[in-house]
Nanobody, 118 residues
Framework: VHLAESGGGLVQAGDSLSLSCTAS????????MSWYHQAPGREREAVAT????????VYADSMKGRGTIFMDGAKKTVYLQIHNLKPEDTGVYYC????????????WGHGTQVTVSS
């Protein structure tokens, strides 16, 4: 299983950003997909999740109204668009594939750094 994130970088507060995660070497459609955010010195937090079918999404309070998670099954890619970026959005964003049934494996990407300047 390989997850490759991209799209991070240095942006200014108020800007928008689109993160991408492309999967390979596994059955993409069998997994729920999430984006996690790890701010400096903080625990990783799930900020957005989309189910295998793409029909259901869940957002952390910090992302509601500003973030959109969606997927392109043909490209095996999941995206996270974030609008109105804030300095507290700074950190590493990880793409995670969750197998929603036994053995419930999680697979993590290496992450992409986002830095929001005020």
């Amino acid at each position: 299983v390989h997850l490759a994130e991209s799209g991070g970088g240095l942006v200014q507060a108020g800007d928008s950003l689109s993160l991408s995660c492309t999967a390979s070497e596994f059955t993409f459609s069998a997994y729920d997909m999430s984006w996690y955010h790890q701010a400096p010195g903080r625990e990783r937090e799930a900020v957005a999740t989309i189910t295998t079918t793409g029909e259901s999404t869940v957002y952390a309070d910090s992302m509601k109204g500003r973030g959109t998670i969606f997927m392109d099954g043909a490209k095996k890619t999941v995206y996270l668009q974030i609008h109105n970026l804030k300095p507290e959005d700074t950190g590493v964003y990880y793409c995670v594939a969750h197998l929603p049934y036994y053995p419930f494996h999680d697979y993590w990407g290496h992450g992409t750094q986002v830095t929001v300047s005020s």
